[in-house]
Structure formats: structure tokens, C-alpha cells
């Protein structure tokens, strides 16, 4: 039986992919590169030759540290000139303040403020290249801002650090780019064993304390949520219902390893379908982004391979939200599970009712039959 849809990516499925997940070399903590390095104007390129809609880029892909203004002004004009060429925009520019030894101890909760003065600079000229490639959101994954010895700063400093940090970001935004959003992309540990806000719930509570939590959302990682051993669909349910997410990092990950940044949907099907179910029945408008990196052993050719296979797994799993959602055995299942969903009564009512556990215990809930028609629809048998 012939498919009745496509696996071609269109520039309107909003697929997205950060600069560094294909200009990874295929380097590890215990081995060297596996491929040759390719240009961050390159990447860009074949990017949009494959209808992805977008980049996202620390400022430092495409300008390294150190570059002078004339070759980063020349660099950021010729990234757009490819973006214009080739229809690709760019949604997100953060900073790398984390592989410099500079930043051995943290960035925004570095011991030292001129390191973390410097690291507020970093983001500041992030912002500023962003705006200039049409970006309006700044991502802050702070991967060294954690510790291994307790003793070496007072979490509530860092937290205080932190605030301070992300107040300075705000009122330059605020300032000089009105439109400018800022988000938190939260990770538990790695490369520090531990490091500060290391859940979206930890990101959101943060923000309600920063000056104007209305210019800050979430960018939750379901590698990083895996991590931790939590889900990653109640992760992205939950910034969806606070109004919060800004955008998300796509991939896969076996839980409580190391951040392995594997291929989307490659090792949690059935978490990765509830994830694109709730990006495709919400408002959400944002990109659908992946960041991942393609297997050590893969070429340059086989980096190509994983992209597309990235999106080909999102535009599997979006199809199975069509078919969840038209399902008449499913759907029948559903609607009699919440048959009696309305909104609770006055405390005043409660308190004066009479509940009887055993008559509300005695309620039927298919959960079993429920959960094996999930499966069976993900395994192309409904």
C-alpha cells in the first residue's frame, strides 16, 4: 500500500539544527576527530538545500573567539548573504562560554566577576549578531556553571550570580532590541558533575525572580531531561502551559548515561511520539529544532544522512499524531476516560460532600489496552 504523505522536508514543517551538531568532528573525551572540520558558511548551505527552515548557532560557530571586527563583520555579511541566497533564517544565537579554559570554573557563577563580566559580554555580542542575522531569541546553556567540591562557592551566591547576569542580558535587550528574548536551556550535570538549574522547573521557578520574567522562557533538551532519569514529554508539557517555550532541542538519549546527543527518536519512540504530539496539537509556533550529533563512525557524507533522518523521524512521528487523533478506538477510549472532566466546585461544596472511595475506587480505567494501542500504532499495525 502506497504512502499517503511525504518524508520531504518542507521549509513550513520549521525544522531546525544547530551549527555545531554538523560541524561536529566526532571527537570524545577518549578519542581524536573522525571527520574533517566543514565551514559554519557551508553548513549553512546544505542546510537550506535540504529545506531545513533554520539555524541556531552559538555566536562563536561562525566568528571564533578572538576575531577581529573587520573578519566578524565580513563573516557575518556573508552569512547573510548565503541565508538570503539560499531562503534560511537564522532563530537562535546564544554563546559558547563554556569550552575556553577562561571558563574552567563557570561563566555567569564563576568565582571571579571579571569572568563573569566577560562572559556577560560574550551573550551581549551574541545578541548584537543575532539581531544582525534576523534572530530574535538568545539560548543560555551554561555547561560549566556547576562545581564538583561544594565547598568551592555557596549555591546561594550562585544563584544570586545567576539573577544579577541575566538582569544585565535583559535591560541591554530590553534597550537596544525591544523584540529580543531570552531563554534558559537546562542540563543536571556534564561537563560539571553538577550543574545550577538543572531542570526546566528549576529554569521557570528561576525566572519568576529575574526583573522582567516576561522577556525569559525555556529551551528544554529531551537528552538533558533523559539525563536525569525524568520525562521529557511532562518537561515540554509544563512550558507549554506556563506560556514559556521559546523553542526545543530535539534528540534521543538513553536515560542516566552520558549525554550521548543521539538522532532523534532513535532510542525512545514512544516519548519522542507524545513530544511531537504536543508541539502539533498546541499553539506552539517555534522551530522544531535538533541538537544532536551523528555517530563517531559516521563521514561527512553520512553527517548528510543523519539530517535527514532527523526530520524524516519527525515527519513519521507527526503522521502518527494524525492517525492517534482519528483513531475511532483510541479516541472512543479517551473521551470515555474523561467523560467526567469538569471544572472542581467551590471549596465551601467540597468541604460538605459526602465522597464514597469504594464507588469512585470501582471506576474502570483500560490503561493496559490503552498503552498497547499506542504501541501498535507506532509499530504501523493501526
Not at 25 to 48: H, K, N, Q, S, Y
Not at 164 to 193: H, Q, V
Not at 218 to 237: D, F, I, K, T, Y
Not at 324 to 341: N, S, Y
Amino acid at each position: 500500500m502506497a504512502r499517503a504523505y511525504s518524508l520531504r522536508a518542507k521549509k513550513s514543517d520549521r525544522f531546525s539544527f544547530g551549527l555545531w551538531t554538523i560541524m561536529n568532528v566526532g571527537r570524545d573525551p577518549f578519542g581524536e576527530a573522525t571527520r574533517p572540520p566543514i565551514d559554519p558558511l557551508d553548513v549553512i548551505v546544505e542546510l537550506a538545500k535540504r529545506n531545513v527552515y533554520s539555524f541556531e548557532l552559538h555566536a562563536e560557530d561562525l566568528v571564533p573567539m578572538g576575531t577581529g571586527a573587520r573578519e566578524r563583520d565580513r563573516l557575518v555579511r556573508e552569512a547573510k548573504k548565503r541565508m538570503g541566497d539560499y531562503d534560511i533564517r537564522c532563530t537562535n544565537c546564544g554563546s559558547n562560554c563554556f569550552s575556553h579554559p577562561v571558563f574552567k570554573d563557570g561563566a555567569f557563577t564563576n568565582n571571579n566577576p571579571e569572568i563573569r563580566a566577560f562572559a556577560v559580554q560574550r551573550y551581549l555580542r551574541a545578541i548584537d549578531m543575532g539581531y544582525e542575522l534576523g534572530c530574535r531569541l538568545c539560548n543560555l546553556w551554561w555547561g560549566r556553571d556547576g562545581l564538583e567540591v561544594e565547598a568551592s562557592k555557596d549555591a546561594r551566591d550562585a544563584m544570586k550570580w545567576l539573577r544579577e547576569c541575566c538582569n544585565l542580558l535583559t535591560e541591554y535587550a530590553l534597550k537596544n532590541y525591544p523584540d529580543y528574548e531570552l531563554s534558559i536551556e537546562a542540563k543536571p550535570n556534564e561537563p560539571r558533575g553538577d550543574i545550577f538549574l538543572p531542570t526546566t522547573g528549576h529554569a521557570l521557578g528561576f525566572i519568576a525572580t529575574l526583573d522582567h520574567p516576561e522577556k525569559w522562557g525555556v529551551v528544554p533538551e529531551l537528552a538533558h531531561v533523559r539525563m536525569a532519569g525524568l520525562n521529557s514529554v511532562h518537561e515540554v508539557a509544563q512550558a507549554l502551559e506556563a506560556g514559556k517555550l521559546c523553542g526545543i532541542h530535539l534528540n534521543s538519549q538513553k536515560p542516566l548515561r552520558y549525554d550521548q546527543d543521539i538522532r532523534f527518536g532513535a532510542e525512545d519512540l514512544k516519548e519522542a511520539f507524545f513530544v511531537v504530539y504536543l508541539l502539533e496539537t498546541s499553539d506552539y509556533r517555534g522551530t522544531r529544532s535538533f541538537d544532536c550529533h551523528p555517530y563517531r563512525t559516521e563521514d561527512r557524507e553520512g553527517v548528510w544522512d543523519f539530517v535527514e533522518g532527523n526530520m524524516r523521524t519527525y515527519l513519521l512521528l507527526k503522521e502518527k499524531v494524525k492517525t492517534f487523533q482519528t483513531d475511532k478506538e483510541i479516541q472512543k477510549m479517551l473521551k470515555g476516560i474523561r467523560a467526567k472532566q469538569r471544572p472542581l466546585p467551590p471549596t465551601k461544596e467540597i468541604a460538605a460532600t459526602q465522597y464514597d472511595a469504594e464507588k469512585l475506587m470501582a471506576t474502570r480505567l483500560p490503561y493496559e489496552k490503552l498503552d498497547q494501542l499506542v504501541v501498535e500504532l507506532l509499530l504501523g499495525a493501526r
